[in-house]
């Protein structure tokens, strides 16, 4: 084995892998522990007795299906969520605090943004639905019971 490699095994256990209830495979779950830990693709695939490409293709379909994961986790955090702010294309994000305060104040949800730090959570998580002052494209403001704000691209 390679100095540098930490055992797979070893690593999996002390972050409770259990392939039973992972989307992952515990090959894929092998190949982004060890690279999270600083391992190479050509120092893995000799561990793991495999080719350096086939480690780049497990390594790239489990980033794949942790962004997967992540969507639905966040998709079903927006379905809980008691507050939803529906902003159609050309609104102007100025507007967008104060339509999410609004919602807030009638399902009693706190929110300890300010005006700025809403803007500015909006136009990050939107990405290229922002542009400068403009909503280009519908989006789907979620706020959480305890006042997390999430934003999801919504239906035209």
Known sequence: MDEGV??????????????????LTRRQAEVLALRERGASQAAIAEQLGTSRANISKVEASARDNVAKSRETVAFAEAL????????????DLYDVPEMVYAA????????????PEVMK???DAAGSAVRGRGVHAPLLVSVTSDGDIQVREGDE
């Open 121 to 123: 959570r909006v136009s």
């Open 6 to 23: 930490p055992d797979a095994d070893e690593v999996l256990a002390s972050a409770g892998f259990d392939a039973t209830e992972s989307v």
């Open 104 to 115: 807030c104040d009638e399902a009693n949800v706190k929110v300890s943004l300010s005006a």
């Open 80 to 91: 809980q969520a008691p507050v939803r702010v529906e902003i159609d294309a050309d609104t």
